[in-house]
């Protein structure tokens, strides 16, 4: 087992009836901006639960953060916050508006000129406002860990950062928030979960099986309530296993003394950037190639997410593993999550522009730093 | 799902080589206090690491805390810390020394007369002096939460008090330390991990099967590594098995949103406070029994317990469950931890003083509330 560190000091309040809780969370004394996406929680009732929360606060707002949110519309807000010397950001929404929540409070303590530097040169934050946030949709993990993934349109980029400076001082998470999500972003939140899980614990063996065991505790609850969810999706107890773990899936827990691939988010993250792919639908297409692309490195782990998630067995390890993977295909396709680049529209046009970006020079990718220009190209051919 | 509150801030250093970490962990500027336990660190290079890392350091020592830490020693820490203004205690050892070390801090800010009240008056910690941990023996999670339990001689008491003011700052968990332990510390460790576990997760479906995964995979973990660990003493995986399953047993993940049991804490706190069984021993004798006294009320986790941790399936779910106590006993009195009174020599003349002292007057114990007086007696019967 490698050494780790485990740190995360997020208060996470869980449950039906818990955005009144923000009359006590929210700290006293400052002005809060209140950042919400694109308005879906003015239909469902959330923004008027958090409004009737803040009542007699001194909070302005700001509305209209975009799925994979936009470097120019944060910094718009930088700009209002800045102007309405705001002390604490309070973010409503996904993960999006989350991580647009947290660039803003990096953006508003940055000493230099363009806060761009902070995705793209990964420039340190050594400060932060403090923000807080009401999650409403389970997928990214964002509201408990330190970071978030900024799009620039003009120069098709998106961009990961993260420090714990940015990590949530509280996340009110109640499921019951998640009973009005369209089907599609449902699904793309079971995708990422399983995704983000795959990314630490479809590596190699680290010598951790409890974390393993936590990893496939993850797997296993997502993928039986994501059975049920689209059946049943004003289901208390299944809304709340779907998002308790989505939470656990990218809190850092299972992560602390894994082998990091995040070669999945990284192709996927272009396939967004290039052709406006939901996150959840780009990983879908990449995940399973890039499992199948390192089936001998990564057969171990595969092996046993077979046999462990999918009571998948048999004396051909090998043969066992693969199956693991195809059925996790058919699962998201049973769910209305489309595997293929050629379903969206897409073709191999621009995998030489997506390996370069990716790869640079000599860059490599993946849990072994193996995977190069070559790979990122041969991974997404199988994507098609 | 109930609802429920997860906030941890512990910072947990794990690994081999991490007591010099000190060096930035313990805060500047502040005449630290470094409490420690019954010299095995002296013996097992624990001390000179630590003291080395804080050279150059204000730091004073008080040495002596012993196993289930008495008051009237914890109260000369507290007169010599006041005396020197210690503005830090670094506890260095096992869960007696992490527990005093969290009522020195507790008692140094209290503002009565008589800090005993924090244990049995449950008087409220409202400020704590900050603490930090390096743990040698894995068992109790005191490292990563706010528990502690503490024993006075003069009246036979052994009592609990929990505050999040007396978490640690920060806890080292080198497992290299624990090499050295004698093999009844070791044993008593690993059934005070896999009760702690008992505690949350034998008691009633909460339908959280994540956080059941979680408990499943602690005990698995636990008992895998404890069937090596005494022919292997010095394998490092191992080792840091036990040690990170110790820690994640108690640190307040797994009971979230659990049933909280703790009878079995309660009766065995009682037969060390009047017998001075070890604490691990108090357990291994009484856990077994509180689950086959309330088999029906644990039916259903009981016969999962078997089911998924033991491998005990067929058709009898209650025949099942028992056999899952059964194996469990086993398991212990195979790593050498006797399960019964009469092989500590105590037979039955204080059951009802027991009985008494944690019923009191109509007062009831478990995740039901429903054991009683007699129901205390009964399961000290079957422990005979």
């Not at 599609?184 to 079971?190: C, K, S, V």
């Not at 046993?304 to 199956?323: E, Q, T």
Request: a neutral charge.
């Amino acid at each position: 087992m490698n050494n780790f560190e485990w740190h995360n000091p997020v208060r996470l309040v869980f449950g039906r009836g818990t955005i009144p809780r923000l009359r006590e969370l929210v700290p006293p004394g400052v002005r809060v901006m209140i950042a919400w996406g694109g308005g879906s929680i003015r239909k469902n009732g959330v923004w008027e639960q958090v409004i009737q929360a803040m009542a007699g606060r001194d909070y302005t707002e700001f509305g209209g953060i975009e799925a994979n949110p936009q470097y120019s519309t944060l910094m718009r807000a930088v700009a209002q916050a800045r102007s309405e010397k705001s002390g604490f950001i309070l973010a409503v929404g996904g993960g999006s508006v989350l991580d647009g929540a947290k660039f803003i409070a990096a953006a508003l303590e940055y000493p230099g000129a363009e806060p761009w530097d902070i995705p793209e040169k990964h420039a340190k934050v050594e400060k932060a406002v403090p923000l807080g946030a009401v999650l409403t949709l389970p997928a990214t993990g964002s509201e408990m860990n330190g970071n978030a993934v900024i799009s620039r349109l003009e120069t098709r980029q998106k961009l990961a950062f993260g420090s714990d400076k940015v990590m949530p001082v509280f996340s009110i998470l109640d499921p019951e928030t998640t009973y009005t999500l369209p089907a599609r972003q449902t699904a793309n939140g079971i995708v990422d979960t399983m995704v983000h899980v795959f990314e630490q614990y479809l590596t190699r063996d680290t010598g951790n099986p409890l974390n393993e065991g936590i990893a496939e505790a993850v797997l296993k609850t997502t993928i039986e309530n994501g059975k049920k969810v689209f059946l049943s999706p004003g289901d208390y107890d299944i809304r709340a296993n779907l998002m308790w773990s989505a939470t656990m899936a990218l809190n850092g827990l299972i992560g602390v003394n894994a082998a990091h691939d995040w070669t999945s988010h990284g192709i996927g993250h272009e396939l967004t950037a290039l052709y406006g792919l939901d996150h959840g639908q780009s990983l879908a297409v990449v995940a399973p190639n890039v499992l199948r692309h390192k089936r001998d490195a990564k057969g171990v782990m595969l092996a046993r997410y077979a046999r462990n998630v999918w009571d998948i067995g048999g004396g051909d390890a090998a043969k066992a593993a693969m199956a693991g993977v195809d059925r996790t295909v058919e699962f998201w396709n049973s769910i209305g999550v489309k595997t293929r680049l050629s379903e969206y529209g897409i073709d191999d046009r621009d995998f030489g522009f997506i390996a370069g970006r990716l790869c640079g020079a000599d860059g490599k990718l993946g849990e072994n730093g193996d995977i190069g220009r070559e790979d990122v190209i041969n991974i997404l051919r199988l994507c098609i």
